[in-house]
């Protein structure tokens, strides 16, 4: 299997389509992106990648924001949200986040553990109201 293996070794079919679905975000196609992603993770759990499945896990969180590549840890206006079920999905979208974290620290994935803490943490911004003045660094570009 690929335990252990980095994006930057390359390998495995669940890496093309982890990098597929940034590809697929960034053209605004949330949809195809969230296939990509659910085979992307099956396929990571069935090869034993769990670096790749640490990543997956980051941007099936973003890609279930319903954004594109640009925005992390958003949360809709409150005017938009649809009351029960916005929290569930926010909640599933934080604990994507949580999951994704743990699994970083664990396998000592340092890049991508902070940038799941910073989402946490700007989604926790969010809720309680306060902006921020700029969008994370390398967000865009982030993987």
């Known amino acids: 299997g690929g335990k252990g293996r ?6 495995g079919v669940q890496w093309v389509d982890v990098r597929l679905a940034q590809l697929l975000l ?11 992603l659910h085979e992307a993770l099956r396929l990571a759990q069935q090869n034993d990648d769990p670096a790749c499945l640490a990543h997956g896990l980051l941007w099936l969180a973003h890609a279930q924001d319903g954004c594109g590549a640009d925005v992390w840890g958003r949360l809709a206006p409150a005017g938009q949200r649809e009351g ?3 929290e569930r999905r926010e909640s599933a979208q934080a604990a994507l986040l949580e999951r994704c974290l743990s699994r ?10 902070a940038l799941a803490s910073a989402s946490l943490a ?22």
Request: glycine share 14%; net charge negative; charged share 20%.
């Open 104 to 113: 970083a620290q664990e396998l000592g994935l340092r890049d991508l553990a």
């Open 84 to 86: 029960e079920a916005a």
């Open 6 to 11: 980095d994006v930057s070794e390359g390998g």
């Open 26 to 36: 960034q053209f605004g196609h949330r949809e195809q992106a969230l296939a990509a």
């Open 122 to 143: 700007l989604r926790a911004s969010l809720e309680a109201g306060v902006a921020p003045e700029a969008p994370l660094p390398g967000a865009a570009s982030a993987g």
